[in-house]
DNA sequence: CAAATTTTGTACTGACCTGTCCAATACTTC
DNA sequence: GAAGTATTGGACAGGTCAGTACAAAATTTG
């Protein structure tokens, strides 16, 4: 019918998303994207509508991306709800690793990224960062009671505030990835957590 | 001698930290600046030199800012060291509804903001908050020792752990805060990081 | 009051920004 | 192989960006 496309467009996607997650999303230019994807200017306009379109699908490709074996993790009914937070975190530090810039700075979380640089003024990216926020909640609770249940989680507060809580350090462990800290640090701050759910 | 400046530089500065705090680095940009300070734009880059230059004196006078109360906080020798943490996070809540936008929405903490938007480009502001990092170290960790010496805090962990874990729980807060959350949510996540420093 | 000096407003510069246009191209289907 | 159609590259457009130039204004000192 008539000429087919010669790149990949998830293969574009990532490369997008991988832009935006490293540099921000005001500091990366179209011309960035491009060099990025690999693509001209028209092929991304023609696939992707415009930099805030191709952001909003890369920044929802990002949560897909990182919500599915987050949920696995937090859903294991093999492991105890003491365990699946544990594993959580040590997901998080790993992640955090491994897509480390190639001077091996962090990159952070393109989520956290965003509800810091742009949650504010961008109503979309606000949204899909929201609904994100309350499955992983959710998920969280779900765990949480699994280990009041086995009684790995003996901390009394409700499950709504022991996973806001555990939501809370995973954001200041991308902060503090961001800032510096090495990968003892992180884990010492998750294990450090993990003491506030067993006082 | 000559003619004096109308304006007080002080004055500026602080309405042009306010701008960056609120919106980015990459998102203020100079015409912004002259609004929120109601300076030329002469004026500015005669007192300030550049947007850069104006940017790194705008977030050495955050840091400046904040660090001095929260210091007298963590080293007030009439609390217990536990007091004094609890009181640090009230600080942190406190100052986060102090510094809103008129639309309600959290504006974070500039170090944080600086930390995720821009730390990894600009080795100068990321200097700057490397040197506020260790000191507010130093000063949790003061605390924490004294807690554990009023059997305040009973952790076993080393109060440079600790001290991370308490850093990165602010963090946390801060993206939560930006993320949404409410003054009950923030304060229920500090009261159960609170757990861990006594399990 | 005049000279010296700094501030201030405005216009300007060149670069870069996002997004569009269009002709050339390449592929599929008939 | 021809017709039709979507993709592609490159030039282009209008706006905004950080930063500069310069002359007019304002103030102090002599």
């Known amino acids: 019918m008539a000429r087919p496309r010669t790149f990949d467009e998830e293969r574009a996607l990532d490369a997008a998303m991988r832009a935006f997650w490293a540099n921000g999303y005001e500091a990366t230019s179209t011309q960035d994207l491009c060099e990025a994807t690999g693509l001209g200017r ?11 379109d191709l952001f909003r ?15 696995e993790i937090l859903e294991d009914a093999g492991r105890s709800g ?3 937070i544990r594993a959580l975190f040590t997901r998080i530090v790993d992640t955090e690793y491994e897509y480390r810039e190639d001077d091996g700075t962090s990159i952070g979380c393109l989520t956290v990224n965003t509800v810091v ?7 979309e990216a606000a949204a899909l960062i929201e609904r994100d926020l309350d499955i992983r909640l959710g998920l969280l609770r779900v765990a949480l009671d699994a280990g009041r249940r086995d009684g790995t989680i003996t901390n009394r507060r409700d499950a709504d505030a022991l996973a806001r809580f555990v939501n809370a350090t995973i954001g200041g462990m991308r902060v503090s990835a961001q800032a510096g800290a090495d990968r003892a640090t992180l884990e010492s701050i998750a294990d450090t957590a993990l003491d506030a759910l067993r006082p």
Do not use: C, G
């Open 42 to 52: 028209s092929s991304i306009y023609n696939t992707f509508t415009s930099k805030h």
């Open 57 to 71: 699908r890369a920044l929802a490709r990002y949560i897909d991306l990182m919500s599915v074996p987050q949920a």
């Open 117 to 123: 640089e742009l949650a504010r003024r961008d109503p």
């Open 82 to 84: 003491m365990e699946r």
